[in-house]
Nanobody, 116 residues
Framework: QLQASGGGLVQAGGSLRLSCAASGFTFDEYTIGWFRQAPGREREGVLCFGSGDGSTYYASDSMKGRFTIASDNTKNTIYLQMNDLKPEDTAIYYC??????????WGQGTQVTVSS
């Protein structure tokens, strides 16, 4: 199970760090992704992180340089550091296996709201 947390309200240009805690398995054996769903829009990928080799695949060039990922194996947690946030980054953010699979049961996610 993966649980995202750390969202909140931030002004444009600000930063947030989201956490994704894994339970029941060791995430470093999997590729974990961050996804988001903005109001009225379909869920979209943000990035996928292969913690085994540290590789990161971004879904969009607009996120490169603003979003980075880190992992803490001792806590079985990965972090999404989001800098220079924009109002269009407002969404519910989820972490899930990457790819998640058609029948994946999504968690509640964590709300990120960026005010202009």
């Amino acid at each position: 199970q993966l649980q995202a947390s750390g969202g909140g309200l931030v002004q444009a240009g600000g930063s947030l760090r989201l956490s994704c805690a894994a339970s029941g398995f060791t995430f470093d054996e999997y590729t974990i992704g961050w996804f988001r769903q903005a109001p009225g829009r379909e869920r979209e990928g943000v990035l996928c992180f292969g913690s085994g080799d540290g590789s990161t695949y971004y879904a969009s060039d607009s996120m490169k340089g603003r979003f980075t990922i880190a992992s803490d194996n001792t806590k079985n947690t990965i972090y999404l550091q989001m800098n220079d946030l924009k109002p269009e980054d407002t969404a519910i953010y989820y972490c899930a296996p990457c790819p998640p699979g058609a029948n994946y049961e999504w968690g509640q996610g964590t709300q990120v709201t960026v005010s202009s």
